[in-house]
């Protein structure tokens, strides 16, 4: 697995000039009635990339994967697949497969004949149908249940006859719609890494669409964060989790603490803000905002510390406090700490020890404390 | 098990008693051996016997099973199209005008459907007989058709039609290999109703027959304007055997149907 791993980490054709993107989404805007549910949205997706839609549910997601498989026409704009123009074409000339939300089996034929579907359309010979289908019945582990009937299957077991039947045909884009929103959580968390598997054995481009924050850090190699219709972020999960580009996609993903503030002035690659209540804060940034523009710091809560003493470096990025709320994970303790003006700051410390000599309690007065580079300077 | 008071007992006997009295007394006589319908006078069965000599009943008997058949079969082609464009085509102007109107013959008086029926035959010069007779009937089944699909349709999951086109499949295969065989219970029902409701109507067949062409039902019922004979109870207690028989049928398949299905989903979900 660890070669595995060092592909990953070298795979990045986004960053390379040179790569061509494998499927281009050119300023497409989706019109229905009056309500536009996709606006003048640009996109380059990479071969063999896992690339992930992630957005509230009616951001335009969902419509924009529609679009990619033929079901719906762009109201302006163009996607191109793999250099040609996919305008007009219906989707059963796509060379696209989608996974459905509902699985959409085909409720009156077997396991086996589902998987073969596609395949009878495009008129391939019987013993090479008959080859594929046992052959994805063994990629899926479903080899026993071939005869089976859609509604003689659980849950995970019809989400891997979904997820054979879309890959029979070995299409050059996968397109996933929720594909695991049905399963229950544990379920979901072993799927998830079998896709992972499955994608890099294959080395097919996915696309899927999901509202789950964790499932698409997990499993894509870039992230589109969507809003009403625009993506407001295209990063990789880790670029998208240190660097939002704005408030939104850093209050979209995970937990983060907002510290408001005006810039006071700005030294070697450090912005020094005045948050309020006079709190000064010194913070990385490659960008250097004018003085006196209204600004905010983004701070992930286990990149704050609590501790009773105050820092060496209080008062810069350090603000006293009171213990509000503990919440106990296991893995890691949540503390809610109060601050004098009510606001409440989120802090997370990972239990790497079983027992703590003096923990901290509930009412104790505490400093919460971050370093120079632990946040994002935002712009609005 | 302890509830049949006799408040119960008595309610059901009356129900049952007002429901199919009639048809007992009718099945009863058609076993008897006198002439006199209403006097009991032994058992026989010569009546079902004198049936087969009888030819204008068999040839009415012919006219209305043809004219069921094809019918309910063309009324079933038409409703199904009909059910399929009002569900799906839902963005069109006056869709809510279409699906009233498609709805509407179901509770016109079937006079006022006969004699329109018979004023546009007439109109247009169609000479009358079986043809009139076959085309008034998909007339007014076709609605029936159309609204038994169409609660079907409702609950169709549309995203398998999706599923077909996005692996390849012609919207035309796509129906043919995926949304029919789904719809197809439906479809049936619509037709079986189709084929009963044809197989017993006199009203419309009135108004739009011709010379030579009279079903079963006019049949009956002119013979029994010159008195009751036996041999109508004859046919009617066949007609009546042969609906319970159809009823008892597909409602026993259906329950097996439904008690296998339950197991299946049970065991799915045991094992996982």
Known sequence: MKSLGSIRRSF?????????????????????????AVDDLSLDIYPREFFALLGASGCGKSTLLRMLAGFEQPTSGEIILDGQSLAGIPPYRRPVNMMFQSYALFPHMTVENNIAFGLKQDGMPKADIAARVAQMLKLVKLEKFSQRKPHQLSGGQRQRVALARSLAKRPKVLLLDEPLGALDKKLREETQFELMDLQQELGLTFVVVTHDQEEAMTMADRIAVMSHGKVIQVATPAEIYEAPNSRFVADFIGDVNIFEGAV???EGGYVRLEGINGFPIRMASPETPATGVKSAVAVRPEKIRVGRQPPAHAPVNA???????????????????????????????????????????YDQEVWISFGEDAGVVLKD | MGNWSRFNIASIVLGFGFLYLPIVLLVIFSFNESKLVTVWAGFST???????????????????????????????VLGTLAALALVRYTRFRGRML????????????????????????????????????????????????????????????????EAAL?????????????????????????????????LDDLVISSFTTGPGATTLPMKIYSQVRLGVTPEINAICTILIGVVAIGVVVASIVTKQREAQRDRDERAAFAQT
């Open chain 1, 12 to 36: 990045a054709p986004w960053a390379d000039p040179a790569s061509k993107p494998f499927i281009s989404v050119k300023n497409v805007t989706k019109k229905f009635g009056d309500f536009i």
């Open chain 1, 264 to 266: 006071a002035g700005a």
């Open chain 1, 319 to 361: 603000i006293q406090g009171e213990i509000w709320d503990i919440g106990y994970l296991g893995d890691m303790t949540v503390f809610h700490v109060r601050l004098k003006d009510g606001r409440v700051i989120k802090a997370s410390s990972l239990n790497a020890v079983r027992a703590v000599e003096d923990p901290l309690g």
């Open chain 2, 46 to 76: 010569k009546w079902y016997a004198q049936l087969w000599h009888n030819q204008a009943l068999l040839d009415a008997a012919w006219v209305t099973i043809r004219v069921a058949l094809l019918s309910a079969t063309c009324a079933t």
């Open chain 2, 98 to 161: 279409f699906s009233g109107m498609v709805y509407a013959p179901l509770v016109m008086p079937e006079v006022i459907t006969g004699l329109s029926l018979l004023l546009l035959f007439v109109a247009i010069g169609l000479d009358r007989g079986f043809w009139t007779i076959t085309l008034a009937h998909i007339t007014f089944t076709m609605c029936f058709v159309a609204v038994v699909v169409q609660s079907r349709l409702l609950s169709f999951d549309q995203s398998i039609e």
């Open chain 2, 166 to 198: 996005d692996l390849g499949a012609t919207p035309v295969r796509t129906f043919f290999a995926i949304t029919l065989p789904v719809i197809a219970p439906a479809v049936f029902s619509g037709w079986v109703l189709a084929f009963t409701l044809s």
